[in-house]
Structure formats: structure tokens, C-alpha cells
């Protein structure tokens, strides 16, 4: 279990964070966080279940270090999974060459459970990582209504060209979202093209 509470109004002071491996999700695990997902974002060709098989996946076709390796931080609240966020490492390529980033994806919070503090307590020890030096920036997408979330934990605008190589639509950036981020503002964000080589997350 890990504390993320600094800042937290009070009651928040209670709520715990849990970091999931991957690589070792539970069935039960991956099922409550597809159930998240499907809730937070329905869509008829992913049910919980096809989601709950693209997470176990994701830890069962990960080779790399440790530190980086993917992983969900979750709060759950009388026995139900209320908040998410996952982090994946991902090899982009720069103009200054590569480097891996920790990409933020799925960070949601149950409808009825929004406006507590939850979301900022799953996304927090994802760019703790990056403060740890686990990885040298988080990278990732999100929407204009969702980007002052977000700034207020230190993420600011990334205006590069996003691209993607593997794919014929070249051109076409990966991310499906109108704004794209990053986590910290500060350090030597390469300028130039960004190659996310594979899809966007
Ligand atoms: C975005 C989301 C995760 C935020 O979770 P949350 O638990 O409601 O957010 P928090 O309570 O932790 O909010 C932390 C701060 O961000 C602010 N904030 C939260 N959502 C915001 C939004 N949509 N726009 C502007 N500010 C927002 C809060 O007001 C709060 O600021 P305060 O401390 O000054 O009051 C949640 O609204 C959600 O699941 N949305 C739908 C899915 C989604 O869009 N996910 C993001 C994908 S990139």
C-alpha cells in the first residue's frame, strides 16, 4: 500500500493506494478494473471482459526492467475498485534518440466518486515515479476539460508533431485526444517529431 495524501482534505487522509503489477494481476483484479473502464468509457466492442484480457496481456508481454515495469494504481472502497490509473513504459523515439517514458493511460474515477481527490491519488504515483528517476518523463493524452487536472499536479502542454512509425497512417498522430502532455514541465524535453512507434494509450 502506498500514501498519497499530502494536500488531501482530511477524510482523504483514510483512502489508500494499492500498486498492481502487471505481471501479476489477479483475474479478480484485471475484471474490477475492466469493469472501470467499461463504466467510465462504454463501448460495445470492449466489454469488461475483452478489457480484462488486453490488461493481463499487457504484464504477460513485458520483458524489461523492474522499475518499469506496467502497472495499475488503484483505490478501492468497500470492496469495489473506484479509481485507476496505469502506467506502461513505452520507447519513443526523439530527435535526440530514444527514451522510455512512463505513459499514463485508463486514469479514471467512478462517476459517483468524482470531486474527492481520488483521481490526483492514482496519477501521483505515477509521476512519482519519474521523481524517483524510474523513468524521465511521463508522457500522455488527455482532453482540453480533463488538462487543468492534470496542470495542477505539475504536467504542462506538449506541442511537438506526435507520429508513428509502425503504422502506414504516418502522419496521423496516435493519440486520439485533442491535448497532449507531460510530467514535469522542467528537465530537456527534446523539440522536433515525437515517434511514439506503436499506438497511442
Ligand atoms: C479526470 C478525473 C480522473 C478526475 O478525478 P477526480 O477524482 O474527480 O479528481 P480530483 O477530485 O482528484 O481533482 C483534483 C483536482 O483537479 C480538479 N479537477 C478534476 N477534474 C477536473 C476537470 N475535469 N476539469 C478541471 N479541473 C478538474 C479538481 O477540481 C481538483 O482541484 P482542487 O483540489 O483545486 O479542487 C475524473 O473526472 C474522471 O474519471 N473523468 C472521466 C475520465 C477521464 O476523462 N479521465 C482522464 C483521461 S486523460
Redesign the pocket.
Known sequence: MIEFSLGMPSWAHTMQVESLDARNYTLADAQAIGELLSE??PNPSKSAEYRRQQLLSVGQNYSGPDAQAPRSFVIREDGRLI?HAAVVPRAIGTESGVMTIAG?A??????T?????????V?KPVFALVDAGDFPFSL????P??????A?LGACLVENDIINTLSEDLHVSPFW?KVVMRYPCSGSWPDGQIDLRGPGY
Open positions: 467510465v468509457w479509481a499514463l485508463q486514469v479514471c474515477v467512478a462517476p466518486q468524482r470531486g474527492r481527490g481520488l483521481g490526483e491519488l496519477v500522455f493524452q488527455t482532453s476539460e480533463v488538462r487543468p487536472f492534470y495542477k485526444d
